[in-house]
């Protein structure tokens, strides 16, 4: 599949719109429990639930998207986010316009996350098996980077959009409307654009294609793939939930309301999100860099720029830090993802996605409750907590012998040349 065929591209508009809405909704969500008067970490508990729920159905997709087909998926997990959103707006609305009681109108919201997390994770899972299934494994590096750079220019639109969609008749829930017009749009352009999604896929070795996901997570393969990525994921998941208070209160102390820091907030999320496109549009097609490398050189900078934080607390250094930490996840993330879907057969392309999808639900659980909860305590307490958990990402990136194993052609310790492609093209070509 060529990056640059019309498939890819419907593709690379799923993961933009999720990743847009998500972070939309993110970056507006610490100014909407201000309003509401809830504790922060209550608010951090919203994104929890969909976390929970995201964990535990991403597997079930993976599955669905092997036996129904990438392209019914995609379909179903679009479904939910537009539902999801609109059902988000409507209960933050409801809370705002003081329709509801902010207690029941919280509850509504967390009910509306809570579907997003049953469906959320269908589209990327099933998005990145569609990918992996018409990609060799040489290719599959820089077209996972590729996809996931979707997501960074999803971090740039959301946050960056939501402050002008903040209008009089619908106030801070805005943006959820307008994600999730669009959100239809694009499911209208899948319905009648996207391919199919079905493949010629090389059965499981047991006949049952399921029998591929059953245990993978345990399997030497991945193992460390997954808890490098789950150290990634979760510092970066401590990092987005604190932003949003942690400018709230620096602003606070000039007299400034939360409304009002809602475009320094998006300002921050920019910062971020353009350092990762810069990493996955420009560094790494240029310099054609390697998974290992990638983690290596994803966790040192993630790392750095938790230290940064901790020594200028201020803006300008949040902003800074906050952008040198999504430089490190620009690069980690298609390094883990790249490299545990070489790691495994053709038949466990969808198995694998799923727990790569699995990965982004866990970060979203614990780590933000905990991180903000800290941020509660003593402002730096986070970001030190990220610090040691992305020192042992550096430490297993440089220590583990998985991790360092790298089967691409011109890498010792290749597969034989006789040993199969990832996939076969689909019914449209491998284009």
Do not use: C
Request: zero cysteines; glycine letters at 12%; charged letters at 10%.
């Amino acid at each position: 599949m060529s990056p640059r065929s019309p498939a890819f591209m419907i593709l690379f508009a799923v993961s933009l719109i999720a990743t847009a809405g998500n972070m939309g909704l993110q970056s507006v969500l610490p100014a909407i429990g201000r309003e509401f008067h809830l504790a922060d970490t209550l608010v951090a508990g919203a994104f929890a639930i969909s976390a929970l729920m995201w964990t535990l159905t991403s597997p079930f997709w993976a599955r669905w998207s092997d036996s129904i087909g990438r392209k019914k998926v995609i379909l179903i997990g679009l479904t939910g986010f537009v539902v999801s959103m609109t059902g988000f707006g409507l209960a933050a609305t409801s809370g705002i316009e003081g329709w509801l009681g902010a207690g029941v109108a919280f509850i509504l919201m967390a009910t509306a996350r809570t579907i997003y997390g049953v469906f959320g994770s269908a589209s990327p899972i099933a998005s990145q098996a569609y990918v992996a299934d018409r990609t060799t494994p040489e290719q599959r590096t820089q077209a996972m980077s590729l996809l996931a750079s979707a997501q960074g220019l999803g971090t740039v639109i959301g946050p960056v959009l939501s402050p002008f969609f903040i209008l009089p008749l619908v106030g801070l829930a805005g943006p959820m409307y307008v994600y999730a017009l669009v959100g239809v749009v694009v499911l209208l352009v899948v319905w009648f654009k996207l391919p199919s999604g079905e493949v010629i896929r090389t059965p499981s070795p047991s006949g049952r294609r399921a029998a591929a996901a059953r245990g993978l997570w345990r399997d030497p393969r991945v193992r460390d793939f997954l808890l490098f990525g789950l150290f990634i994921t979760g510092a970066q998941a401590v990092n987005i939930s604190v932003l949003g208070f942690h400018i709230i209160d620096e602003f606070a102390a000039t007299g400034m309301e939360a409304r009002q820091a809602q475009p320094f907030i998006g300002l921050a999320m920019f910062a971020g999100a353009l350092a990762t496109l810069m990493v996955q549009w420009g560094l790494i097609p240029l310099l054609k860099m390697q998974p290992l490398q990638l983690m290596r050189w994803g966790a040192i900078l993630a790392l750095l720029g938790n230290l940064l934080t901790i020594a200028a607390p201020a803006y300008f250094g949040v902003v800074v830090g906050y952008a040198v930490v999504s430089m490190g996840v620009g690069f980690a993330r298609p390094g883990f993802t790249a490299g545990a879907s070489i790691a495994v057969g053709p038949h466990e392309q969808g198995a694998i996605a799923g727990l790569m999808m699995s990965l982004a639900g866990l970060s979203f659980l614990v780590p933000p409750v905990v991180g903000v909860a800290l941020y509660e305590m003593v402002e730096w307490a986070p970001f030190a907590a990220n610090a040691a958990l992305l020192a042992a990402g550096v430490a297993l990136a440089y220590l583990s012998p998985v991790l360092r194993y790298d089967p691409t052609p011109g890498v010792e310790d290749n597969p034989p040349p006789d040993a199969p492609p990832a996939s076969q093209p689909g019914p449209e070509g491998n284009r």
